[in-house]
Nanobody, 124 residues
Framework: QVQLVESGGGLVQAGGSLRLSCAAS????????MGWFRQAPGKERESVAA????????YYTDSVKGRFTISRDNSKNTVYLQMNSLKPEDTAVYYC?????????????????WGQGTQVTVSS
């Protein structure tokens, strides 16, 4: 059974930083594309960042480029999202997801496995 467990969310002031982690189990982690997605209240879920199985390719949505960094540690079955210079508009539930497809990256329908999400709230 695949499990993705996010952690690291919380309340932070604008301009602050948070580091999200997603621990995976029940899958051959190193062959999966991993992604971070978010859903703000009243809005649709959107892709934030993604990383290929090797870490060699990354994807970021335009609004987080230069502020967020996705990384992975295949020895720990964990993917991270370092979020710097946070803005109130980054407030959302952040979800980790895993995709078998090497082409998945920011394409949300390609992700088969999802975590339960972690809340990130950025105050102004």
């Amino acid at each position: 059974q695949v499990q993705l467990v996010e952690s690291g969310g919380g309340l932070v002031q604008a301009g602050g930083s948070l580091r999200l982690s997603c621990a995976a189990s029940g899958l051959t982690f190193w062959i999966y594309t991993m992604g971070w997605f978010r859903q703000a209240p009243g809005k649709e879920r959107e892709s934030v960042a993604a990383i290929s199985w090797s870490g060699g390719n990354t994807y970021y949505t335009d609004s987080v480029k230069g502020r967020f960094t996705i990384s992975r540690d295949n020895s720990k079955n964990t993917v991270y999202l370092q979020m710097n210079s946070l803005k109130p508009e980054d407030t959302a539930v952040y979800y980790c997801a895993a995709a078998r497809s090497t082409q998945a990256m920011g394409f949300m329908p390609a992700y088969e496995n999802w975590g339960q999400g972690t809340q990130v709230t950025v105050s102004s």
